[in-house]
C-alpha cells in the first residue's frame, strides 16, 4: 500500500515549458487534491476532484490545468510555466477523515 | 471559510506535554476542528479531528472549548520528532461524507529541545 505517490519529485523547467505532474493513489479515495507551497507559506489550494471525471477550481487555479480521467489519478498540467510556479506541489487524497499527502514535487522555472 | 488564529511559534522540552492552541471565533456549526503537522521536507501528515468533544488518538489529545471558539492539541510526551509547523484547520463537512477543502494558515512552528 504506496498511498499518494507523486512524480517527478524534482524538475527543472524553462519559462514557457510546459510539463505534467502525476499524483496516483491505491486507497480507492474519491477525493483528490493539488496544493502549492512556497516559502515561508501555508498551502495553497489549486484545483481539487470530488471524483472521476470531476475537476474544479481552487483558490489559485491560474496558469494550471487539470485532469481525472481515472479515479487513481488526477494530473496537474503547466501549459507554458513562468517563474511564479516555482513551488512544492502536494497531491492529497481522501475519502472520509484524514487527508494523506504526498512527499512533494519541487518544481523550480528558470 | 471561518478562519484560525494560531501562535508563530512554540518550544518545548522533549519528554514534556505541549498544548498547542488554536483560536476560531468565527466557527460554524457545521465545520469540523482539523489538526495536520508538516515534517520538514515533507507533506502534511493528519493528527486528529474532532467536532464538539475530546478526542484522543495514539498521536494526541484534542481539546475542545464549550463555546467551540477554541480548540487545543495536546502532545502528551515532545519527542525531537514531533519538531514540525502544526495547522489548525476548519473543514465543512456535507452530508456525512466528509468532503471538505483544507484551507492551511501558516501555523505554528513546534521546535523541541532535547
Known amino acids: 500500500n504506496a498511498g499518494v505517490t507523486q512524480t517527478p519529485k524534482f524538475r527543472v523547467l524553462k519559462t514557457g515549458q510546459s510539463m505534467t505532474l502525476l499524483c496516483a493513489q491505491d486507497?480507492?479515495?474519491?477525493?483528490m487534491y493539488w496544493y502549492r507551497q512556497d516559502p515561508g507559506m501555508g498551502l495553497r489550494l489549486i484545483h481539487y476532484s470530488v471524483g472521476e471525471g470531476t475537476t474544479a477550481k481552487g483558490e489559485v487555479p491560474d496558469g494550471y490545468n487539470v485532469s481525472r480521467l481515472k479515479k487513481q489519478n488526477f494530473l496537474l498540467g503547466l501549459e507554458s510555466a513562468a517563474p511564479s510556479q516555482t513551488s512544492v506541489y502536494f497531491c492529497?487524497?481522501?475519502?472520509?477523515?484524514?487527508?494523506?499527502f504526498g512527499s512533494g514535487t519541487r518544481l523550480t522555472v528558470v | 471559510d471561518a478562519k484560525t488564529t494560531q501562535p508563530n511559534s512554540m518550544e518545548s522540552n522533549e519528554e514534556e506535554p505541549v498544548h498547542l492552541p488554536c483560536n476560531h471565533s468565527t466557527i460554524s456549526g457545521t465545520d469540523y476542528i482539523h489538526w495536520y503537522r508538516q515534517l520538514p521536507s515533507q507533506g502534511p501528515e493528519y493528527v486528529i479531528h474532532g467536532l464538539t468533544s475530546n478526542v484522543n488518538n495514539r498521536m494526541a489529545s484534542l481539546a475542545i472549548a464549550e463555546d467551540r471558539k477554541s480548540s487545543t492539541l495536546i502532545l502528551h510526551r515532545a519527542t525531537l520528532r514531533d519538531a514540525a509547523v502544526y495547522y489548525c484547520i476548519l473543514s465543512f463537512n456535507a452530508g456525512g461524507t466528509s468532503y471538505g477543502k483544507l484551507t492551511f494558515g501558516q501555523g505554528t512552528i513546534l521546535t523541541v529541545h532535547p
Open positions: 492529497a487524497s481522501h475519502r472520509n477523515y484524514g487527508y494523506t
Open positions: 486507497m480507492n479515495h474519491e477525493y
